[in-house]
């Protein structure tokens, strides 16, 4: 294994986890920002509630393709040359989204949006896993998760306020900008991370091989599917949470957004709490118990809805519970999937993303098709991920542990 450049260690102190956190924010603030606008969306152009959520679906849909593709290009070519690609494209389809007339365009350029999107959180990934391994990517990556944690607090409030003075379709000029921000960024100051002897074959027999390989790995495909089923749970809370607390509780866009944001700190103080324990207790620990919490407070939702006792403050606490979970579950379980496949760590990354998204595109097209209901359906999905994450996270985890190491 090679020693990280001393360079490059003195950079991951600030420099490279606000880079990769502004790319690995792509996607959380391409969907949060105009989650508030989602209702007048739906008015403006005339379609329903579920055919808005379906632009979300779309989104994640063109996520998980966008990730299955990166990932092993970038182990072929580089991380920085495929990073470029997809911020143009963002940008591009972003401007798109902000001249649409119809849904069905909406949804085409919101797939594009997310095709060009998918990248941010493989290539940060992948470079985390170049430079780190074991405890020490587990904490930066939850530094690039707390950058990727400023999204939802700010992006819901700048989307409303956005709305305030203009419509909806600002939203994604703002966007198609922050996709050059992007590109500046990275030219300027993110090191390639995959040297040339690293880089692998991507040809389609050599990466066919490689995904196959991952998915029946005992290494692998615990750790990666229950961080799949519990963020499905979560891009659920994502699609529905503007509809229940907007249409069904009566609040204003600001004050979801601000609510949502607050929602975002307990993701924010999830990672630091992660950051701060994971030498001292296991990754695999860390996501059992995080499992369990995420478990009752989806059945304490639910229960409240069917008992009718589902008052505002309450929901809105148990949300934020919720989602602090998330802090846990997804650096442990990404970096535990990741850490014995730095071979072809880009192609580890895109089948991690593309199963997290995939799922979501799929329990997003679901809650979408139970609109009428969309607050009970919601609840009833994250109690049922949570008890499936639950469930394999205590019954299929490999026992092996992440060593201290800082070494690639």
């Not at 989602?38 to 679906?57: E, N, T």
């Not at 379709?169 to 922050?178: E, G, V």
């Not at 519970?321 to 880009?346: D, H, K, Q």
């Not at 192609?347 to 009428?372: C, N, P």
Request: charged share 10%; hydrophobic share 55%.
């Amino acid at each position: 294994m090679s020693k990280v450049p001393p360079a490059m260690e003195n950079k991951t102190k600030f420099i490279i986890p606000v880079c990769l956190g502004c790319i690995a924010a792509i996607g959380p603030l391409a969907i949060d920002m105009y989650l508030a606008a989602l209702p007048k969306i739906s008015a403006d152009l005339g379609i329903s509630r579920g055919d808005a959520q379906f632009s979300l679906m779309s989104f994640f849909a063109g996520f998980t393709c966008g990730q299955l593709i990166y990932g092993p290009t970038s182990d072929q070519f580089g991380r920085k040359p495929v990073i470029y690609f997809a911020l143009v494209l963002f940008s591009l389809a972003s401007l798109g989204c902000a001249l649409v007339s119809t849904a069905d365009q909406l949804i085409l350029f919101r797939f594009a949006q997310g095709l060009g999107g998918a990248a941010g959180m493989v290539i940060a990934l992948a470079m985390v896993r170049d430079m780190f391994r074991g405890i020490a990517g587990v904490r930066l990556l939850a530094t690039v998760v707390l950058v990727v944690g400023v999204a939802p607090i700010l992006a819901p409030t700048a989307g409303s306020l956005v709305l305030q003075v203009s419509d909806w379709r600002t939203i994604f000029l703002f966007l198609a900008a922050f996709g050059c921000l992007n590109l500046a960024l990275i030219f300027l100051f993110l090191p390639e991370t995959r040297p040339e002897e690293k880089r692998v074959s991507s040809k389609l027999s050599a990466v066919a091989k490689n995904y196959v390989r991952l998915l029946f790995s005992r290494d692998f495909i615990p750790f990666a599917g229950t961080n799949a089923i519990l963020q499905g749970g979560f891009f659920a809370y994502i699609a529905g949470v503007s509809f229940v607390f907007i249409n069904d509780y009566g609040l204003s866009s600001m004050a979801f957004s601000i609510l949502f944001g607050i929602n975002a700190v307990g993701l924010i103080s999830g990672t630091q709490i992660t950051s701060r324990i994971v030498g001292r207790i296991s990754p695999v620990r860390i996501v059992r118990v995080a499992a369990i919490v995420y478990t009752l407070c989806g059945g304490a939702l639910l229960m409240l809805k069917l008992l009718g006792l589902a008052h505002l403050w309450a929901v809105a606490a148990l949300f934020f519970v919720f989602v602090t979970t998330l802090g846990g579950i997804m650096p442990s379980c990404n970096m535990l999937a990741m850490e014995r496949n730095g071979a072809y760590s880009g192609t580890a990354a895109s089948l991690l993303g593309a199963l997290g998204f995939g799922l979501g595109a799929l329990i997003s097209a679901v809650l979408g098709a139970f609109s009428d209901g969309s607050t009970l359906a919601l609840f009833s999905i994250i109690t049922i991920c949570g008890m499936a994450g639950f469930a394999i996270a205590n019954l299929y985890f490999p026992k092996f542990a992440l060593p201290e190491s800082t070494e690639s």
